[in-house]
C-alpha cells in the first residue's frame, strides 16, 4: 500500500510562486508514474502534470510555460513548480502515483493524496 502527502500550498498573489511537493511512503515494490492532478467545485479533477512516462514530461495546456514538474526517484518525491499564477489555478491540487505492490498479491494500483489548497487571489 502507498501513502502519499502533498504539501506546499497556500494563499498566493496573482504572478506569484508555489512549489507542491508530494512523498510517496509504505509497502511498494515500486512507483511508476506520478502525477499531479487538480480539482474546484463544479469541475471534473483534471490533469495538471505527468512524471514519466518514457522520460517524458506532459503538461496540461492551461499551464505549459508556468508549471514545471520534476522527480526526485531515489526519494519518491514527486515536485510541482507554480509560476505566474492566476486566479484561475485555484483549485485543490492532488497527487497520483502508480505503484507496484506486492501484498496482498502483486499488483499495480492507483493512489491518490489528500490534496492542498491552492488560493490564487489578490
Known amino acids: 500500500q502507498v501513502q502519499l502527502v502533498e504539501s506546499g500550498g497556500g494563499l498566493v498573489q496573482p504572478g506569484g510562486s508555489l512549489r507542491l511537493s508530494c512523498a510517496a511512503s509504505?509497502?511498494?515494490?515500486?512507483?511508476?508514474?506520478m502525477s499531479w492532478y487538480r480539482q474546484t467545485p463544479g469541475k471534473q479533477r483534471e490533469l495538471v502534470a505527468s512524471?514519466?512516462?518514457?522520460?517524458?514530461?506532459n503538461l496540461a495546456d492551461s499551464v505549459k510555460g508556468r508549471f514545471t514538474i520534476s522527480r526526485d526517484n531515489a526519494k519518491n518525491m514527486v515536485y510541482l513548480q507554480m509560476n505566474s499564477l492566476k486566479p484561475e489555478d485555484t483549485a485543490v491540487y492532488y497527487c497520483?502515483?502508480?505503484?507496484?505492490?506486492?501484498?496482498?498479491?502483486?499488483?499495480?494500483?492507483?493512489?491518490w493524496g489528500q490534496g492542498t489548497q491552492v488560493t490564487v487571489s489578490s
Open positions: 497520483n502515483a502508480r505503484a507496484i505492490i506486492r501484498e496482498p498479491l502483486w499488483n499495480k494500483n492507483e493512489y
Open positions: 512524471c514519466c512516462s518514457g522520460g517524458i514530461a
Open positions: 509504505g509497502t511498494f515494490f515500486s512507483i511508476d508514474v
